[in-house]
């Protein structure tokens, strides 16, 4: 009779963990051929605001960007800065009253698409803000953004629209008829003291002149 093998539960498992960290070491060896060689990366999932996203992927490069805002009726003539998105998802404003700001994250001014420049409204003491005429513009009126090259581009009032500060303005920033448009937004209407801000947004469209 031949004598029975004694089984070792210690090598066992000794060799289970073996095969385990042997797999392992396979399956991390093929994934990083996966990454490096072959070049597939992982997708991470964004952060940033829909917006933001969705404009910086369709943003052209057709002209360069604006510095100077010029409205020869009412009597604006003023450099253009840039801004992005506030912490609510609003669009941000330049600090400074008689300055301009550009969305920099939407198409620049005489690009395809719904360029956005914003400026303030009311008085601080008695000096005003640079859009405080802004209401005046009627349709055919001349608006002209100067890009860093020098080169002018004119744009022409087509109409004036009033929103509640909580509406839905999604067509100030997004056009789909592949033109390009100046969307020029201010306050208007009564100061609300209590909101520490005015009772309406008032938003002038317009269309880059045909040459």
Not at 18 to 29: K, M
Not at 160 to 177: G, M, N
Request: hydrophobic residues 40%; glycine residues 6%.
């Amino acid at each position: 009779m031949k004598p029975t093998r004694t089984r070792h539960p210690k090598k066992s498992l000794l060799q289970r963990v073996i095969f385990a960290i042997t797999l392992v070491l396979i399956i991390a060896a093929a994934v990083f051929l996966l990454l490096v060689v072959f070049k597939i990366k992982p997708q991470n999932k964004s952060t940033q605001p829909t917006i933001r996203t969705a404009v910086t992927q369709k943003k052209s490069i057709k002209v360069d960007l604006p510095i100077r805002l010029v409205i020869p009726i009412i009597k604006v003539d003023t450099t253009i800065n840039y801004v992005g998105l506030t912490t609510d998802g609003a669009m941000d404003i330049d600090k400074d009253p008689d300055r301009v700001a550009w969305y920099e994250f939407g198409p620049r001014p005489g690009d395809e698409g719904n360029a956005v420049i914003a400026g303030h409204y009311g008085w601080i003491g008695d000096k005003g803000a640079v859009f405080n005429e802004l209401h005046t513009l009627k349709k055919g009126d001349l608006i002209s953004v100067i890009d860093k090259k020098g080169v002018t581009i004119n744009f022409i009032v087509s109409k004036s629209q009033k929103y509640d500060p909580e509406a839905d303005a999604t067509s100030v920033f997004k056009s789909i008829d592949g033109k390009s448009h100046l969307n020029l937004i201010t306050c208007n209407g009564v100061w609300e003291s209590s909101k520490n801000t005015y009772t309406e947004r008032l938003v002038i469209f317009s269309d880059k002149e045909i040459q």
